[in-house]
C-alpha cells in the first residue's frame, strides 16, 4: 500500500568536513523554502474570508458555500499520490516549481472568475490551487526532512511550520481590508441583500489581492528554479531494495494507533474546517457578535493567533506530561467550548469559538506523530495514509447542510462530536497493540 510520500533513503555517514559544508549549504535552502510554507497556509486562510463575501455574491446557501472548501479539501485526496510520481520523475526542486506554477495558473482562475461572476470557475480555480498546494506539501515536508542534518530535523520542520502559523494568522487580516474591507458584502449589516450592481462590484474586488498573490508566486517560482537547492542524498537504489525487502510480510493494518489514526486526523480536519469556514458568518450574527463581516474578520485573526500559541504552549507541556494526556485535554477542552459555542449566545458563543483554536492547534501534529509510532520499516507508508485523511476537510459540506436545516448554531454540534472521537483516540485509540488482523497489503 504507498503512501503518497516519495521515498527518501537513509543518508550515509558523513565526515566532519562534510557535515560542516552541509549546515552552510542547507541553512539559505531553508530560509528559502520556508516562504513556501508561509504561502500556503496564508492562500489556505484566504479562503476563510473568501467563502462569507462568495455567499454574498452569488447568494449561496451554506452548503453550496462549504461545498467550496469541500472541492480546495478534495484536491488533496486527489493530487497526492500523482505529486508523489511527479517529484519521482522530475526531482524535488522542479516538483516545487511546478507547484507553485500550479497555484500561479490558479489565482490567476480566480481572477477570471471575478471578471465573469462564474460560481464554476470559482471552484475550478481553488481546486488548481489546492493541487498546486498539495504537490507542495508532498515535496517540501519530506524535502526540509532529509536536507540536513538527521538529529536536527524535527527542529528544521517545525520552524517552517511555524512560518506557516503565520501566514494563517495574517491572512484573515489580508483578506479583511483587501476583499471585506472594499466590498459592500463586507460592510453590510448582517442578511443584507445586494443589488445587481454590488454583487458586481464585489465580485472585482477579489481581483487585486488575487494579483498580488499570482505574482508572489511566479517570482517565488522563478528564485527556487534558479537557486542552488542542495542535492539530496541516500537515495540510491541499494537503500530502496533494502527497504522493501524489510517491508515484506509487513502489514499497516496491524497497528491500531495508525488505523484509528487516520479516521482521527479526517475528522480532526471537519472540526478544524468547519470552524475556521463558518466563524465569520457565526460572529457576524446579531444574537452573537452583530458584526459586519470586514469587523469579524479580526475576530478569524485571534483564532488563526490562538492555534498559534497553542502550539508552543503544547509544545511546553509534552515536556511534563505524555502527548497521549496532552491531547486528551485539548480534546476535552475544545469539546467543552463548541458546547458553549453551540447554545450559548452573545459573546460568550463567540469568544467560546475563538478559544477553540487553543486547544485545536496541537490536534495534528500529535495524532500524526501518535498514528506513525512503532511502525517502523513501514513509518513512511503509514505518513501517507495520514496525510491523505486531510481530504477530510471535504466533508465541511455535512455541516453546510445541517446548518441549512437546522441552523447554523446548532451545527456546531458536529464539531463537537468531532472532538469527542479525537478523545476516543487519545485515550484508547493511539496506543500501540494489533488492530483486527487483516491480510497484508502493505
Known sequence: MAGPIATVGTAAPRTGAEAARERGGYRPALSLLASLFFMWGFITVINNTLLPHLRSVFDLDYTQTTLIESVWFIAYFVASIPAAKLIARVGYQRALVTGLGIMALGTFGMILAAHQVSYAITLTALFVIASGITLLQVA???????????ESAP?????VQAFNSLGTTLAPLFGGYLILGRSASGNAAAGATLTPAERLADAQSVQLPYLIVAVILVVLAVIIARFPLPAMSGSGGATARAAKAERAGLSLWRHRN?????PAIFIYLIAEIGVSNLFINFVSQPEIGDLTHAQASRYLFLLWGG???GRFVGSYLMQRRSAETVLAGAAIGACAVMLVAAFATGH????ALISVGLFHAIMFPTI????????GPLTEEGAGLLIMAIAGGSLVVVQGWAADRFGLQRSFLITAGCELYVLFYALWGCRIGAAAPRPATA
Open 140 to 150: 517540501a515536508n519530506p524535502y526540509v526532512a532529509v536536507v540536513g542534518p538527521a
Open 155 to 159: 527542529a528544521r520542520l517545525n520552524l
Open 258 to 262: 495508525l488505523v484509528l489514526g487516520v
Open 307 to 309: 492555534m498559534m500559541v
Open 348 to 351: 460568550s458563543a463567540m469568544w
Open 368 to 375: 500524526f506523530t501518535l498514528g506513525i509510532r512503532g511502525l
